[in-house]
C-alpha cells in the first residue's frame, strides 16, 4: 500500500492511498492534482474520505464524482456537516473499509462542529491517521465552531491512538507551528532538532508529513497541556488556571496573534 501527500493550494495536501490499482482520497479541496495523480499512474479512484466542510477540503468532490462509478465508490464524511451530497454519514464509532484498509472514525469536534478522524485498525505497525485540520505537526487547528473543551477532548483521543500512529494533517503548517512550540517551550531541545530537520526537508520540496503521535507528544504545545513549561508559559500569556483546558484556550489565542 502506498501514501501519496498531494499538494494543493497554497499548503493543503490531500492524501492519497494507493495498491497500484485503485486508489482513495482524502479531503480532496481541489479536483485537478487528484486526476493528475490517478491519470499518471493509471490509477482507479475507489472512494474519497471527508474530514469536515471547508471548501479546501470538500472542493473536488463533486468533479470527482464521476471517476467513483467505475470501482462502485462512495464519498464518506461527517454525519453532522454539510458534505456535497451524496455521502455516506458517518459518526464516532463507525467503521469504513477501503482497499482492504480498515478506518475507526473518531468525532474531533472544535475546529469545526462535525469534524470526524479516520483512524486505520488492524495494523501491527505505524497505522494512517487522516485527522484534518485538528491536529497539526506541532500544533492544532483553529477554533472556527468549537470551544477549548472540545479541542482538548478531541486531541486526547487523537493522542491516545499508537504511537506510532502516521499523523497525516490538510496543512503544511509545521515551520510555522515549530516557531510558536519554541516560543512555548525555549528549553525543549526536540523542537529545535525537529525545526532544523523540517527545515531541510523543506528546503527541498519535501513534506515535513506524516508525523507521528510519538513526535507530537514530544513536541506539540496542544499535546503538553500538562507540561510545567508549557503551564508556564499559557498562565504568563493570560490562561485563567493551570488546568489543560486554559491551558489549551490560552495557547490557541496566543498562537492566533502570533507572528
Ligand atoms: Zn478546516
Ligand atoms: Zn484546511
Known amino acids: 500500500m502506498n501514501l ?8 493543503n495536501y490531500i492524501w492519497m492511498v494507493h495498491d497500484d490499482a485503485r486508489a482513495f482520497v482524502v479531503d480532496p479541496g481541489d479536483a485537478a492534482p487528484v486526476a493528475q495523480a490517478l491519470e499518471q499512474r493509471n490509477l482507479q479512484l475507489a472512494g474519497i474520505l471527508v474530514t469536515h466542510h471547508h471548501p479546501d477540503h470538500v472542493g473536488g468532490v463533486d468533479a470527482l464524482r464521476p471517476r467513483l462509478a467505475a470501482t462502485g465508490g462512495v464519498v464518506h464524511g461527517p454525519a453532522r456537516e454539510r458534505i456535497p451530497e451524496p455521502f455516506v454519514p458517518l459518526r464516532g464509532g463507525d467503521v469504513v473499509m477501503l482497499l482492504g484498509l480498515s478506518f475507526t472514525v473518531i468525532d474531533v469536534p472544535g475546529h469545526t462542529a462535525g469534524h470526524i478522524a479516520f483512524a486505520q485498525q488492524g495494523v501491527a505497525e505505524a497505522p494512517l491517521l487522516f ?28 493522542a491516545a491512538l499508537p504511537a506510532d500512529s502516521r499523523v497525516c494533517c490538510t496543512h503544511e503548517y509545521t515551520l510555522s507551528n515549530l516557531r510558536f512550540a519554541a516560543a512555548v517551550e525555549p528549553a525543549n531541545a526536540d523542537i529545535a ?3 532544523a530537520h523540517c527545515q531541510a526537508l523543506r ?37 485563567a488556571n493551570d488546568e489543560p483546558v486554559a491551558v489549551l484556550a490560552a495557547l490557541r489565542e496566543w498562537k492566533n496573534r502570533f507572528r
Open 203 to 239: 528546503a527541498e520540496g519535501v513534506p515535513t508529513l506524516p508525523s507521528s503521535l510519538a513526535l507530537e507528544r514530544r513536541i506539540n504545545p496542544f499535546l503538553r497541556c500538562t507540561e510545567p513549561a508549557v503551564v508556564a508559559s499559557a498562565r504568563r500569556e493570560g490562561a
Open 131 to 158: 485527522c484534518g485540520d485538528t491536529l497539526f505537526s506541532a500544533g492544532c487547528g483553529r477554533l472556527f465552531e468549537g470551544t477549548p473543551a472540545q479541542m482538548a477532548t478531541s486531541l486526547a483521543a487523537l
Open 193 to 195: 532538532a525537529h525545526a
Open 4 to 11: 501519496i501527500a498531494l499538494p494543493a493550494f497554497a499548503d
